[in-house]
Structure formats: C-alpha cells, structure tokens
C-alpha cells in the first residue's frame, strides 16, 4: 500500500501463463506487459484481481459449496477435526478461536499446511509437524481440495496412487490423472512474473527459495448479521476477521460471490473494499515478498467484515516460501535501486510459528 490506491487493478495472466516455461519468455510482448502490470499492483497496492488463469469456474464454485456444507453441520461432526496442537495445528476451529491482535476473530476455518513429518525441519519444524485433518463429511472433501491445491501449487500433494485405485478407478482416478496432466501450477507461474517484475531471472523463486513451496489453504466461514425482532444485529463483535497481513509470498482467495467483505488499506489508511468479482482470483503479497523485494511491495493490511445477513464462505490459499527459507532482499537491479537491505534476514518457518502460536492461545 504504497499509493492512495481507489480500488484494485485486474490483471488478464493469460499471455503470462501461456509462455511461462519458455526459456525466452522474458523477451514475449505478452509476458512483458503482464509482468509490468503485475509490477504496478504490487507496488501500488500489494493486492490485485487475477483472470485468464485456468482454474475452471465449476471448481473455484465447487470448492466454496462443499466449505459451506461442512459448515452447515452440526458442531459435534465439525469438532471431530478439532484443530489441535498435537496435529500441527490442521483442523476444525469454531468461531473465536482464531485471534488477531488479541481480538477473537468472528469466523470458523479448516486450516490445513503442507504436511510435516516428524524431524523434517528438525527443531524449526516441530510445531508444524502433523498431517491434515479431513473430514468424512461431505463425502469427497478431502479428494476435491487436494485437487485444488495441487492446481495452485503445481505438485501433487500425494504423488502416491493407491493400487486398489488403478484396479478399479472411481472418480477420484481420473481426478487424479487430470492433475497429473494438467498440472496448472499457477501461484508458481505468478511468481516468475513477479520474478521478472523484480529485474531478477524467472526462475527467482525456485530452488532454495520456493522450489520447496510451504502452502497454507484456510477454509473460512464468517457468520453472517443475525435476525432478531426484525432487526439486524451483529454477533459479539462483526469483524470477522481483524487487520492482518499474511505471512508468505502470494495468497490466492477465492471469495464468495455477492457479498462485499473483504477491505484493504491504502497509504492514507481509508479501508477499500474488495467486492467479489465472479470467476477471478484476489491475489496479495506476503510478508515474505516484502522482504524479497526490499520493500518495493508491500504486504497490504487487510481485514473482513461480513455486514450482510448471509453466511459467507472464502477459500484462501498461500504460496509460500520453503519452510525453512531464510529470506533476505533480492540482490537484483531493481531492488538494489531501491537503496541499502532495508529487512534483516527472516526464516519464514520462524515467522510462520510464531504467527501460529499467537493465532491459537487457548487450543
Ligand atoms: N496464513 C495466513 N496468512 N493466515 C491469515 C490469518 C489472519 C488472522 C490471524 N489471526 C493473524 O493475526 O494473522
Ligand atoms: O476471507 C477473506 O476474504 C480473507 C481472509 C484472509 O485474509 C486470510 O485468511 O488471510
Ligand atoms: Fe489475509
């Protein structure tokens, strides 16, 4: 939130993604005016709408509708995924659980993380360690948002096929073989335009930086006003989710239609809405990326409050760093222009827990 932004730019990626593995891309008129629209949101505004980017609108809907019911269940099913430390906080929390500044938030969520065995990240990693917790509720959740995640990630997050699985292939086969071809991998194609928005080779973000992407996908449901002698009246507090900024390099969220919740800040501190916009993406930087580009982008403050009477579903989903990245400005042309590192080194594993444990002081 450089500028005194108005409202949030939207940009067509299609040109980008088409030319992305090209070994020339950096020199594609298509890709190029991609990369510098990319480079004036983040800069301006640290927030922009995505189109063009492949991801069918049947399953950006798909996704929200089976959110929704799982939410629609009653609580006893809900907390039979109870988010608990012991799984690497993965689960079920109700509302108010999740805090923000010392202020319960007034949503409900499925957090799940890139899966971490034990030790994989030695000491970094041991709050983090865990496997996601799926529901069996509605039926073919966890297969849907798997397909989801590798679609946005562009790996599978379980390369394994089980045997019983080639014998006799239900759905889930040929989810699975979809995947495997279409493999969309869009977060990392997004990141080598921002790479090349940077001044730095496409390939900036892969290897030691995010070869070895941390994802985060939260499921979130925030009530909406409730009804009471004809009246509309907020719950407790209405903010359903507090002023925050996220964590890593770019979140990717999938907002309900038709309901405008969503606010960013500018330089001059007004909140600007970010109403739903059907078929596209909300992207924004993470603190991450803030500190990759020496602070040429900003990690934009952003909250959400649900003033309709109508329950409202998002469906975000982080790109992040490897976990254990220690991130430090980029020694590129641009961000060298941009005067002497202005961040010290983070390790975005550190940052990550240390956002975690204050997230859920209670569980
Ligand atoms: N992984 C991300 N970015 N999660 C965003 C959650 C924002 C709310 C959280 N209580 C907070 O204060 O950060
Ligand atoms: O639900 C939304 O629109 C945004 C949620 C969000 O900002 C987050 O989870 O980090
Ligand atoms: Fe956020």
């Known amino acids: 939130m450089a500028t005194d932004f108005s409202s949030i730019p939207l940009i067509d990626v299609s040109a980008l993604l088409a030319k992305c593995d090209d070994p020339k891309m950096g020199e ?4 190029l005016e991609v990369v510098r629209q990319l480079d004036k949101a983040c800069t301006e505004a640290g927030f922009f709408y995505l ?14 509708d089976i959110t ?7 609580c006893e099913e809900k907390t039979k995924i109870k988010m608990t430390p012991a799984a690497g906080f993965r689960g079920y929390q109700r509302v108010g659980e999740n805090i923000t500044k010392g202020t319960p938030d007034m949503h409900e ?14 000491d970094l990693g041991k709050t983090m360690e865990g496997y996601n917790q799926w529901p069996q509720n509605p039926p073919k959740f966890k297969v849907i948002m798997e397909e989801y995640i590798s679609i946005c990630t562009g790996m599978l997050s379980h390369p394994f096929i089980p045997i019983p699985m080639i014998l006799f292939p239900g759905v889930e086969f040929f989810i699975l073989m979809m995947i495997l071809l279409v493999r969309a991998e869009l977060a990392r194609k997004i990141m080598r335009g921002i790479a090349l928005a940077l001044g730095g080779s496409p390939d900036e ?5 995010a070869g070895d992407p941390f994802w985060v996908m939260r499921l979130i449901g925030y009530p909406g006003l409730t009804t009471t ?19 890593g390099l770019l979140t990717l969220l999938n907002q309900d239609e038709d309901i405008n919740a969503l606010q960013v800040r500018n330089l001059s501190g007004e909140w600007i809405s970010a109403p739903p916009v059907p078929g596209t993406f909300v992207c924004n930087i993470g603190d991450m990326l803030k500190i990759y580009s020496n602070g040429l982008y900003e990690s934009t403050l952003h909250r959400v409050i649900n003033n309709s009477p ?11 760093t490897n976990f254990d990245s220690a991130v430090e400005p980029l020694d590129t042309i641009r961000t060298r222009k941009n ?8 390790i975005y594993g550190e940052h990550l827990v240390s956002k975690v444990l204050t997230n859920f002081v209670d569980v």
């Open 28 to 31: 594609d008129p298509g890709v």
């Open 51 to 64: 189109k063009g980017h492949g991801v069918s609108d049947a399953l950006l809907k798909e996704v929200k």
């Open 68 to 74: 929704r019911r799982f939410f629609e269940l009653p």
């Open 109 to 122: 969520a499925i957090d799940c993380y890139k899966e971490v065995t034990r030790g994989m990240y030695g």
């Open 205 to 209: 973000f892969e290897g030691q930086r």
């Open 229 to 247: 002698n004809g009246t509309h009246e907020a719950m407790k507090n209405d903010i359903g989710c507090g002023a925050h900024t996220d964590y």
């Open 310 to 320: 109508k329950y409202r579903v998002s469906v975000v989903y982080f790109y992040e």
């Open 339 to 346: 005067g002497t590192k202005k961040f010290e080194k983070a």
